[in-house]
T-cell receptor
Framework: GAVVSQHPSRVICKSGTSVKIECRSL??????MFWYRQFPKQSLMLMAT?????????EQGVEKDKFLINHASLTLSTLTVTSAHPEDSSFYIC???????????FGPGTRLTVL | GQQLNQSPQSMFIQEGEDVSMNCTSS?????WLWYKQDPGEGPVLLIA?????ELTSNGRLTAQFGITRKDSFLNISASIPSDVGIYFC????????????FGTGTRLTIIP
């Protein structure tokens, strides 16, 4: 149980285009989802906290106009990387917590490569 | 952003050996979590710790929540090839703040 999925698993795009990544909680409802970014051989860095029905909370240094987050339902949050540049190439991972638990599960990640 | 310091950064061991890694912080955490990440995948939760001094096992894995609440360790006994990967600790500062801070990671390699 408590499975988190992401789509797509891998995307390659041209510089200047926008890319949307989906994060879904498959068998539970998630009021809160989290978006992380992981560069090669580095740790996970929290980008933003996504709350269903309200605006996301962004970490310091993360541009909210560049990384658009929408949490339209209790099972879906989307991250859109707008006007992507090569330096946005990274591994993007979401996680979700189910109500009543202190733990959270992570999605399988999305590898973004911007050419 | 803030990070937890993990050591060692990498380990090269032989199959069957025991492994020990730890995580330290300058801040107090109320929850400690240990994750394993395989290449190209998301982290998978191994053990969760909620009380200072707590010692919890999951099969061959044992983790402890330090009494000072500023550290935690993870032990793996009798390592096997599938233990290869990157291990991350993660801490949550307080129950009202859901943010997880991740450690710098320990890369485990098993030498044939």
């Amino acid at each position: 149980g408590a499975v988190v999925s992401q789509h797509p698993s891998r995307v390659i795009c041209k510089s200047g285009t926008s890319v949307k990544i989906e994060c879904r909680s498959l068998d539970f409802q998630a009021t809160t989802m989290f978006w992380y970014r992981q560069f090669p051989k580095q740790s996970l860095m929290l980008m933003a906290t996504s709350n269903e029905g309200s605006k996301a909370t962004y970490e310091q240094g993360v541009e909210k106009d560049k990384f658009l987050i929408n949490h339209a339902s209790l099972t879906l949050s989307t991250l859109t990387v707008t006007s992507a540049h090569p330096e946005d190439s990274s591994f993007y991972i979401c996680s979700a917590r189910w109500d009543g638990s202190m733990e959270r599960n992570f999605g399988p990640g999305t590898r973004l490569t911007v050419l | 952003g803030q990070q937890l310091n993990q050591s060692p950064q990498s380990m090269f061991i032989q199959e069957g050996e025991d492994v020990s890694m730890n995580c330290t912080s300058s801040s107090i955490f109320n929850t400690w979590l240990w994750y394993k990440q395989d290449p190209g995948e998301g982290p998978v939760l191994l053990i969760a710790l909620y009380k200072a001094g707590e010692l919890t096992s999951n099969g061959r894995l044992t983790a402890q929540f330090g009494i000072t609440r500023k550290d935690s360790f993870l032990n793996i006994s009798a390592s096997i090839p599938s233990d290869v990967g990157i291990y991350f600790c993660a801490g949550q500062e307080d129950f009202g703040n859901e943010k997880l801070t991740f450690g710098t990671g320990t890369r485990l390699t098993i030498i044939p």
